[in-house]
């Protein structure tokens, strides 16, 4: 007999071994691994993916059957199934949530069904149920037992449907498109026999006369006012025969004109060959292409991606989030055309769901992609391209935690083929595996063209005037009045959003702050409302203080907004656009607002840390940071890091044509080495400076960490369980491993939770995957009494 094994999606009750479930004969042969199926658990219908399929006899007759199939052909291919048990090991989470990840915004299935009356009858009988409407969510909690019982009555009679909830799934788009097929003879009777007020019919067939034999999509007869209805009529009356085509769904916003690749320089030339060289001869080697912005990378990912094409394999570009990809894309789709495929959070869900079709069948080649791209169903791949490798966008920050670093790699052992991580400012934990030779390391040390790079001063705002009570230095006011003269442009990166970050009561010094969390509202001048970022609160912004009544109550630090206002103030003539969160959410935003720059249709373009990536600018020739300290003033061990990088990659958007670029880098921490390297994008320095630091504090790369958070609604119940968890460490992890904590989170209550960790510092430890393991089984049950246990692997902080 054969048997299906299933790992079914059942919250709170999860586990990584499959259940068994036997395959009914309207199902035998249908269904193979990869596949998501309905299946009976307990008394009720829950969705699955199947995993493996094997002959058992010993099962017989024990097994209940499955009860559907979801989908017709696999959506998770063998590597990707392989990948999904790894991955759970390897992140401490559930098959199901790797499963799903794995597949793309509209290719998963809500686990919520839907109850569908058959009949106006049913509705009216049963009001308690439908409320008078045709379709309800089925929510068995909803419902008393003496109503379970009739809808299950009514299920066993037929006369409700119950169905998946399938509303996120995207479908394909199938065009009908109908021609005539009468000769003019044949059009001439069928007018004789149509009815006089068959108004549509008679237009038709006189269309028919006019062009017999043309394929015309629905859309076109339309316009020309002949109805869907009509057609249908007239394909059962035998005048036109019809047929549907698939339409697939365009992301991309506009073509781009062909594009040859570039005479290498020498640096180039030896990064592509070494590349080339692994993948010619199938090695999973990785490599770390150091190189400073505007060094050449892009095109070496090109040439190589052409080389892996020509070798008729398939090739997988990371980029990190949305932000810097329309530029990047569009190179990659000038050289390879209609190969590439895009998958980003941005994409519609019908977009994705088509994208991921082409990939899935061949179809696309090339994958460029965020994140989640990682799990493209790429068949046959022959590199794998992770640019600005150092961006913590590829740290999924919700389960399963992964690094795509580790994915990269692990597709790339499995696929026999090289890894390419390429940055400016690679992670330390990159750079020191390519020093002991875990990675070959490949540099492009010299902008192309050899453009200086920019000059770079810092001034410290400690002793610095500024203008009128902005943010703004004079030095940098003047400045960027010099570039407005000159008709050139500038870039302007102020790292926090809203238009004041707190307000204050000038007398009394209260702060409104969040009624769920531990933290301060932000003031919104746009929507006139204090918010919350970390749980969406708002409410109005008060006029007096509430406190003491006092008028005096104002904003302070300013935001993105008010830098707006206060540049538009300083420099009335000048076009100013912003980018943040707040001016991208609608989609397309993100790509006007870089278009319009692009054009030179504006001056000035301002905004938080979304500016500083990838963006190529050939006007801009001074770029402003007006608080170099924002991720400084995190109270974490990767605070340098993040700064020497933020500031080193904003700067490299400054000059890279055949203008010299300069940067002013505001900060009240002039001394701090992570500011001052970034001022002469001295990396080497930077990397020898942060590893010794690294070494006191035993901090990754010389540690391996883990990150353990537990929250409840209730501050007690969490410390208690955290402390727990830590003696339960304790007594099973050996001496020599460091347990920090528990301790409550630097902001401790968000909506309500109140959040304590605890960090795992080790180096070789074996006993503490299953330690973990066991962690994890339990968390559900602790889940079941409220409180929700996240395990990180490799954290990205320890705030
Ligand atoms: P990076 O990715 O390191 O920022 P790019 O690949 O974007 O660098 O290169 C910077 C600029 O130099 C781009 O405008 C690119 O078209 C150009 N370029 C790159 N390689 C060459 C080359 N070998 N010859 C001429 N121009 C090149
Ligand atoms: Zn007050
Ligand atoms: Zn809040």
């Not at 099962?59 to 989908?71: E, H, N, R, V």
């Not at 190969?339 to 994958?367: C, F, P």
């Not at 002013?664 to 942060?690: G, R, V």
Request: aromatic share 8%.
């Amino acid at each position: 007999m054969q048997v299906a094994q299933v790992i079914v999606d059942v919250p709170a009750r999860q586990t990584n071994n499959p259940f068994s479930y036997s395959i009914p004969d309207n199902l035998a042969n249908q269904i193979e691994p990869g596949m998501r199926v309905q299946v009976p658990f307990g008394n009720r219908k829950i969705t699955g993916f199947v995993v493996d399929i094997c002959d058992n006899s010993n099962f017989d007759g024990k097994l209940k059957p499955i009860s559907d199939l979801i989908d017709l052909y696999p959506v998770i291919n063998p590597e990707l199934l392989n990948l999904a048990d790894w991955l759970a090991d390897q992140t401490y989470s559930f098959k199901i949530s790797c499963l799903q990840t794995m597949l793309p915004g509209g290719m998963r299935t809500k686990n919520k069904k839907k109850l569908i009356a058959k009949n106006q009858d049913v509705i009216e009988q049963h009001p308690t149920i439908f409320h008078g409407q045709n379709e309800i969510e089925y929510d068995r909690g909803n419902f008393d037992n003496k109503t379970l019982a009739q809808i299950l009555n009514l299920q066993k009679a037929g006369e409700i449907q119950v169905e998946y909830d399938l509303t996120n799934h995207a479908r394909p788009i199938m065009l009908r498109a109908y021609k005539g097929v009468l000769n003019s003879e044949q059009i001439d009777e069928a007018l004789k026999s149509v009815r006089k007020n068959a108004i549509g019919q008679i237009k038709l067939l006189n269309i028919l006369k006019g062009q017999p034999t043309d394929n015309l999509l629905l859309s076109k007869w339309e316009s020309m006012g002949v109805t869907a209805s009509t057609l249908k009529n007239a394909e059962k009356k035998g005048w036109v025969s019809a047929t549907s085509k698939r339409h697939v769904r365009n992301p991309f916003l506009r073509p781009v004109d062909p594009s040859k690749p570039f005479k290498l320089h020498p640096d180039q030339k030896n990064a592509v060959d070494s590349i080339n060289q692994a993948i010619s001869t199938q090695k999973d080697q990785v490599f770390l292409l150091e190189g400073v912005t505007g060094s050449g990378k892009t095109e070496v990912y090109l040439q190589s991606i052409a080389h892996a094409l020509e070798m008729g394999r398939s090739a997988l570009m990371l980029v990190p989030e949305i932000t810097l990809t329309p530029q990047i894309v569009g190179r990659i789709r000038s050289r390879f055309g209609d190969q590439v495929a895009m998958l980003h959070s941005a994409m519609s869900n019908g977009e994705r769901y088509d994208e991921w079709q082409r990939i899935n069948t061949g179809k696309a080649k090339v994958v460029v992609g965020v994140r989640s791209a990682v799990f493209a169903p790429l068949k046959n791949i022959g590199l794998i391209i992770m640019d600005e490798e150092h961006d913590s966008s590829y740290k999924q920050a919700d389960n399963p935690r992964y690094q795509t670093r580790d994915v990269a790699k692990w597709r790339a052992a499995y696929n026999h083929c090289p890894v390419v991580l390429g940055s400016a400012t690679p992670s330390l934990e990159s750079r020191a595996r390519a020093m002991k030779g875990v990675y070959t390391l490949l540099s492009l040390p010299h902008r192309i063209n050899r453009h200086a790079l920019p000059h770079v001063s810092i001034i410290d705002m400690k002793t610095e005037m500024t203008k009128h009570q902005s943010v703004m230095s004079n030095k940098l006011a003047d400045a960027i009045q010099v570039r407005l003269d000159k008709h050139e442009q500038i870039i302007l990166l102020l790292n926090r959003r809203g238009y004041s970050s707190f307000l204050m009561c000038r007398d009394c010094g209260y702060v409104p702050r969040c009624p769920n969390c531990d933290i301060s509202l932000t003031m919104h001048k746009d929507t006139h409302s204090l918010n919350c970022h970390y749980c969406g609160h708002t409410e109005p912004i008060p006029r007096v203080c509430p406190k003491c009544h006092s008028k005096r109550i104002r904003g302070y630090g300013t935001g993105s907004q008010q830098l707006e206002e206060q540049v538009r103030n300083m420099f009335p003539t000048a076009r100013v656009l912003r980018m943040d969160v707040d001016t991208t959410r609608k989609k397309g935003s993100h790509e006007a607002i870089i278009d319009k720059f692009g054009a030179h249709k504006a001056d000035i373009l301002l905004g938080t840390q979304m500016i500083a990536k990838g963006l190529d600018f050939p006007e801009v020739t001074l770029v402003g940071v007006l608080n170099a300290d924002s991720a400084l003033q995190f109270p974490d061990f990767r605070s340098s890091e993040r700064t020497f990088e933020l500031l080193t990659q904003v700067s490299g958007r400054s000059g890279r044509a055949d203008k010299t670029g300069e940067v002013i880098i505001q900060t009240f921490n002039p001394d701090h080495y992570a500011i001052k390297l970034a001022q002469t994008q001295d990396y080497e320095k930077f990397y020898a400076t942060e590893m010794r630091v690294r070494h006191e504090g035993k901090y990754p790369p010389y540690y391996y960490t883990v990150k353990l958070t537990g929250n409840s609604p209730n501050e007690n119940q969490t410390a208690s369980e955290m402390f727990g968890i830590m003696n339960f460490l304790k007594k099973n992890l050996s001496p020599e491993a460091i347990i920090l904590g528990p301790t409550p989170k630097t902001i401790t209550r968000i909506n309500n939770h109140y959040y304590y960790q605890i960090i795992i510092k080790y180096r070789r430890e074996p006993k503490l995957k299953p330690t973990l393991d066991d962690i994890l089984i339990q968390s559900q049950k602790k889940q079941r009494q409220g409180l929700q246990i996240a395990i990180d692997n490799e954290p990205l902080d320890f705030m």
